[in-house]
């Protein structure tokens, strides 16, 4: 018996959260937004969505115990997916405060430099520098940014894709396992970042023995 792929949106006081809810629901899953470890632990994907400060957005999902739960999926080889601060919390840590990150991936995150006009915010072109699943539809598009700082790996083994900006080269999709990550917002890029959840959703559900609405 077949049933539709369940996603927990977490919680933690970030931005965002709704509109991430509404664009993984139009990708085909059933999206649940849940500050609750134990619901969002029986999850069969995790989206950790992000608008805000690094070091408020990591203290809230210690605070909540869900940091606990995204380390249970990344052992478990389940599916994660951080967008905006949600990916930047995949790293280390940030110049933006002293709160550690989850350190899934090596490397820190930095603000723009001073020549840059921040926030990074608008639509940008990313380009792909890795073949994924989930790229299909990415190479050489527009995607939505909001964003004052961006990651700096220590290698480049988990980058996918890039894009400029103020002078600086950044990573802007990454994925380590089953932990992929987005800068930009795809629940906000219109058809190429719908299709890019929708391919996500559909790597998943293939996975877990979902079916994927379309």
Not at 49 to 58: E, N
Not at 119 to 128: E, L, Q
Request: glycine share 14%.
């Amino acid at each position: 018996m077949t049933r539709r792929l369940r996603a927990a949106v977490l919680d933690y006081d970030a931005g965002n959260v709704r509109s991430a809810r509404r664009g993984v629901e139009a990708a085909g899953a059933e999206a649940t937004i849940t500050a609750d470890p134990v619901l969002a632990a029986d999850a069969d994907a995790l989206v950790i969505p992000g608008v805000g400060h690094f070091g408020t957005c990591s203290r809230r999902l210690r605070e909540r115990g869900l940091e606990e739960v995204v380390r249970s999926f990344v052992a478990d080889g389940r599916p994660v997916l951080g967008i905006c601060v949600g990916m930047q919390l995949l790293y280390g840590g940030s110049e933006e405060s002293d709160e550690p990150g989850l350190g899934l991936l090596p490397g820190r995150v930095v603000r723009f430099p001073e020549r840059a006009v921040v926030p990074h915010m608008g639509w940008d072109v990313v380009d792909v520098v890795r073949p994924d699943p989930v790229l299909g539809g990415v190479e050489g598009r527009r995607l939505y940014f909001a964003h004052s700082y961006y990651a700096v790996p220590k290698d480049d083994a988990h980058v996918l894709a890039r894009c400029s900006y103020g002078g600086a080269d950044f990573p802007c999709v990454v994925r380590e396992g089953s932990v992929l990550g987005t800068q930009f917002h795809p629940e906000k890029s219109g058809a190429v970042g719908a299709r890019l959840l929708a391919d996500w959703v559909a790597s998943i559900g293939t996975a877990v023995g979902g079916e994927v609405a379309r």
